[in-house]
């Protein structure tokens, strides 16, 4: 019997160029959910990396007010431990993909601002920033500031989760994901790589045919993601 519920991800959307003083821009939509993400180049580097010939890529994430059912505390003086959680996500999921020697003593700092929050927030931001991070590397080599392009693989991730019934769901919306007894972000390259598995049972523990459809469900969904991340960079 399948385990499988739902394969495909909900509607994406990547909309390119969408601030015109960064590097790389797009709004990232999965389903309700909804990301702004930009890229920023600045022609140094962090102080203990100086005078060793190689970049850094990080990344910032947020959450807009509005963008939950509740309005939120904007956090100006401390970011959360959720909010750093995030961030080193993305910046360690977009470091796995890109030759920082090549780079040169530069820094891009990819900016995620949630809009609108309905589950997966930190996959879409992921999804949408190998984008963003792609359209400012392309900028780099227009400028002749890079002659190769130092990104090693295509990046994406997707979050799978197993509802109460004991069946896998793709691109879980707020209430799939909070009704959910396990829920997983995957992050992976296009090559089948992985980058990060984030798993956890919120109920009931979940067994290995359910772990084998999760990775199965995620694979399937990000096949879906890397064709729209083509058809933005390939105009």
Not at 148 to 157: D, R, S, Y
């Amino acid at each position: 019997m399948s385990l499988i519920k739902r394969s495909e991800p909900r509607n994406i959307k990547i909309t390119p160029n969408t601030n015109p003083y960064a590097a790389g821009s797009v709004i990232a939509e999965f389903g309700n959910t909804k990301v702004h993400i930009t890229a920023s180049i600045e022609e140094s580097v962090p102080g203990w990396m100086k005078g060793k010939g190689s970049g850094w890529v990080t990344g910032e994430y947020s959450m807009l007010p509005s963008s939950t059912h509740t309005r939120s505390r904007r956090e100006r003086s401390k970011v959360s431990g959720r909010t750093q959680e995030i961030q080193r996500l993305i910046g360690r999921s977009l470091r796995s993909i890109i030759n920082l020697n090549e780079l040169g003593e530069r820094s891009i700092i990819v900016d995620c601002d949630v809009l609108v929050a309905d589950g997966g927030t930190r996959t879409t931001s992921i999804s949408g920033a190998y984008v963003a991070l792609s359209l400012a590397i392309k900028k780099l080599m227009k400028e002749g500031k890079l002659k190769t392009n130092p990104i090693t693989e295509q990046l994406g991730a997707i979050s799978v989760g197993v509802d109460k019934e004991g069946m896998v769901i793709a691109d879980l919306n707020y209430e799939e994901d909070s009704s959910c007894d396990t829920d997983m972000n995957i992050v992976m390259t296009r090559k089948g790589h992985f980058v990060e598995l984030q798993g956890t049972a919120e109920g009931t523990p979940f067994t290995r045919d359910q772990l084998n459809a999760l990775v199965d469900v995620a694979e399937s969904s990000l096949e879906h993601v890397f064709a729209q991340q083509d058809q933005i960079l390939n105009d």
